[in-house]
């Protein structure tokens, strides 16, 4: 059971903040197709950038520490501290990296009046197409990881120990599913989500967004600068997305990345839809599209009541039925709730001053 | 700017965009390959010079000479290899373009070219050639295959007439689908129940009724070639006029079928109601053309003409499928997008722009051959080409010259994709020995 809520969480926290980030973007009138193209821009640099810190001797004396430690020797506790202030560091650098590409959809669709699919089809052939041809000339092959081959888990996944459990001890249901063996990324992005749902929906600068959404015109004519908020909206987008991104690789992937996501970026755009542009459904969905994801990842090995069965792999239904059932279920949710889903009524329209 | 006549036709407009387009995006590709080469100690300015060079005719680039020069010349196996690539990108190209005539954007050619591939190689291995002649396996196969992505291009089309259901999700899902389905079925899916009873001519004996490729260990996680079969597109002497290359009838197929769509677009009843329902869905039903029966009819053609693409290439006898796909999509489905864009949608515009992302797609693997770039940097271009075709009108109107300011607004758009930071600490830059791993195009 431990097992199966971790990683559940590890692929639900990712979908999430990338779905909210989505809807950053569509509440502001912008149709963001790109956040897969994002998504796997915020891997690569959220990488590079852990892999050019690992040169830093601050960081490098932390990873030595903690690994002693681990054997069982010496004192740790600052560089646990040093080594998940550098995840953040990194978590940041990826926001800004998503924030600064995300521009190329905002410049398209807000300034040339573009067609935002197509503008948002362009950001998911560049992203792969720039990172894997970065990737190929910095490490000569198709994965970039850590320098000398360190996995991420190494320097930045929380242990036990880093509470003062010994390593045979039990910390209970509670600490061995949530405390031990968790990134801290993990639980950032969860606070992250509520505050910025908070900001959409709680303060004036979220109304003001999600009126550019519904009906510019009216907003402008409040003294609304509708292209300010609708840059603001997708800008957000593009740093949550970039983050996301970088959470998913370190998280998911091992902190390594190879110009793909598998497709989050679009998971988490049906994870939007699903949840009808409100974080709450969202937050759901995005457990329920985690836990599937969980269950293909893993079905083999899942022994839910800890009782030596395999139940799952017991059925006997393939792993590839457990990841197209989301995709499924989505379409079903769609067409149950056509009539009453509710998008932006203004997203994927250019705005125009004079249309009023 | 010159305001001749010739220049206010919108046709010549829409190709001077489309030149412009590409150009900026070969010139964006240049500078990419110019900071990396300058940035990077063992390429350097000789090393970008030449990655520069190979980006604009890396068609025509042979060889190295003794001291290490890059050799120019006709090659016929470089065209032939490019004819033979643009046969599926002409038939995706075609899929889009016909969509976004009744104003569809379909993003589901991928999902369509994945289930066209799967029915396609299941008849193409599953009849035995002993016992019925392989041309009628082919014919068969092409036939299955296209019928295959038209139903799977029917379902967003539905959803889209009945449920208004955004095309662009529901294509997207139905992407995802076909790659776990088409996963799993091959995964699952057995021809022969008789253990090692099958033979196909002599040639073979499949070990266990399986289409997974258990005979050739270095094939492991994929499907048998058609070739196994005896199943194979003729080659109509197109072998001899591009000695050494891949390329087959195909291309043949591809372009009339192109010339077929140009035809029941342009000239038919069926096409003028198709593009009645794109310029105006309520307008169209007004005029008493059923336009929920024409965007599934829309969306089941371009499904067909994807899945065709597919059926073409696998079909041809050169190449082999990797049946785990769960975790990816075709990019040659992707690819179709910019072909359309680039042509304007014309259909037979489509095989001139096909075969230009198929030349692409030559010069990335020269460039992966001759120099310490890699083949990404063609998919760099293609990206920004497609960017510059989301705004392709305000490209046409600078180049009407009607709106001078334009040109200041363009040029900003050019240096922002530079954005990314670019990493400046290469260390070994070998030509990689195991490239990208690629899905088809394996020698036979």
Known sequence: MTFLIQQTLLFAIPLMIVALAGVFSERSGIINLALEGIMIMGAFVGVLAVRILQGVPAFQQAAEAVSSFNAGTGEASSAWVTLQGMEILCMLIAAVAGAIFSLLLSYASINMKADQTIGGTALNLLAPAISLFLIRIIVNQNTMGMAGGAGGASWFLIRKTFFGVGANEDMGFLGNTFLDKTYLATYLTILLFVLMSVILYKTRFGLRVRSCGENPQAAASLGINVYKMRYAGVTISGALAGMGGFVYALTTQGCTTNGDVAGFGFLALAVMIFGNWKPLNIALGALLFGLFKCIAASYATLDINADGHFLLNEIGISSYIYRLLPYVITLIVLALTSKSSRAPKAEGIPYDKGMR | ?444
């Open chain 2, 1 to 444: 700017m010159n305001k001749s006549p010739l220049l206010k036709k919108a046709g010549t407009q829409k190709l001077l965009a489309s030149l412009l387009s590409i150009l900026i995006g070969l010139f964006f590709g240049s500078l990419l390959v110019l900071i990396v080469g300058l940035t990077t100690s063992n390429i350097g300015g000789k090393g970008a010079w030449d990655g520069i060079r190979l980006i604009f005719i890396g068609l025509f680039s042979k060889s190295r000479d003794a001291a290490g020069n890059l050799v120019f010349g006709i090659n016929t196996t470089n065209i032939g290899n490019m004819l033979f690539r643009a046969t599926p990108l002409i038939m995706t190209g075609l899929s889009v373009a016909i969509s976004q005539k009744t104003g569809l954007f379909n993003i589901g050619a991928p999902g369509q070219y994945l289930m066209g591939t799967m029915v396609t190689l299941m008849i193409a291995l599953s009849i035995p050639s002993t016992a019925v002649p392989p041309f009628v396996i082919w014919i068969l196969a092409f036939l299955g295959g296209c019928l295959a992505g038209a139903l799977w291009g029917s379902i967003p089309g539905m959803l889209k007439a009945f449920l208004n259901i955004n095309e662009v999700i529901a294509c997207i899902m139905t992407n995802w689908i076909a790659a776990n389905l088409v996963t799993w079925l091959f995964d699952i899916a057995r021809f022969s129940t008789i253990k090692g009873a099958f033979y196909c001519q002599t040639k073979w004996k499949i070990a266990d009724g399986t289409f997974k490729n258990l005979i050739e260990n270095t094939k492991s996680g994929y499907i048998y070639k058609t070739t196994w079969n005896n199943v194979a597109t003729p080659k109509l002497g197109l072998d001899k006029l591009f000695p050494g290359s891949q390329v087959n009838a195909g291309i043949l197929v591809a372009i009339l079928i192109a010339v077929a769509v140009f035809i029941i677009i342009n000239k038919t009843t069926f096409g003028f109601q198709l593009k009645a329902c794109g310029s105006n869905r309520h307008a169209a039903r007004y005029a008493g053309i059923k336009d929920r029966a024409n965007i599934i009819y829309s969306m089941a053609i371009a499904g067909a003409l994807a899945a065709a693409g597919a059926s073409l290439y696998y079909l041809s006898g050169n190449t082999e499928f990797n049946w785990h796909t769960d975790q990816t999509l075709p990019a040659i489905g992707f690819n179709g997008i910019p072909v359309a864009l680039l042509a304007m949608n014309n259909p037979v515009g489509v095989i001139f722009s096909g075969i230009f992302m198929a030349m692409l797609n030559i010069i990335g693997t020269q460039l992966t051959k001759f120099t310490a770039y890699n083949e990404y940097i063609t998919d760099v271009i293609i990206a920004v080409i497609v960017y510059l075709s989301a705004f392709s009108l305000a490209l046409r109107t600078l180049i009407a010259g009607k709106k001078k300011t334009v040109v200041a607004n363009d040029a900003n758009a050019e240096k922002k994709p530079a954005a990314p930071p670019a990493p400046k600490d290469a260390k070994e830059t070998t030509p990689p020995a195991d490239a990208k791993t690629e899905k088809g195009g394996a020698q036979a």
